[in-house]
């Protein structure tokens, strides 16, 4: 599968039940130059996967056909080498699982409603961390 095979790019992918979501990102993202493309299931998120690379995905962690605990777990097991970022609007409390799932594996976690600059960072960090490994 060729979106299994780290490449340059500057593709995003959101994963994310809410429209209103997924149009405020797409259009906050593309305006920083990033290319986004939003869909609303992970099965959706999966067929984009299998089509092209992207350097991000970042998922929500409460949807309804998938937890993102889980989506990530698929995504790693399936070896796409996306960077991941999660997202929640339960804002921060120590006992949500998105905090459980940081202390564990460390991925960067946004909340809603969300702080743009600590966005537009979370996907600077995952470009450089992606890229880092390729010519650039
Ligand atoms: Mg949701």
Redesign the pocket.
Known sequence: MSSSIKEKNKRILVV???VD?LDFLKIYLESLGWEVCTVPTTEAAFKELGNRAFFLVLT?????DMDGYEFISKIKDKKFPSEMALMT?FGYNPKHTLVKIYKTIRYPCLFKPFNRAKVAEAVQNAWNSYHKDLDT
């Open positions: 994310d039940d809410e979501v929500d962690i409460a949807m309804p609007g």
